[in-house]
């Protein structure tokens, strides 16, 4: 009666490797995100306001990720760089 019925902790979680390339759109997204997060101060600054080259690289983001949509929607296989 006095044993302990608390439940196991939890295995750690490792994160999964990631072997080869990131596809386009999302190396996109991480040149923005890595600019936003880690290189600009501008862009960390707390009223929120992007840098030019923050937004540039959003634009760039959207872009290729209506390009990737567009592909898919036509069914159009996408050209390996």
Known sequence: MGESRDPKPAAERRPLA????????????QRYVH?????CSVCRCADGSPCDTAEELYRAYQ????KAAEQLAGGVSPQRQ
């Open 63 to 66: 872009q290729t990720a209506a």
């Open 35 to 39: 600019h936003s997060l880690h290189q």
């Open 18 to 29: 990631v072997a080869g390339r990131l596809s386009p759109v999302q190396e996109a997204w």
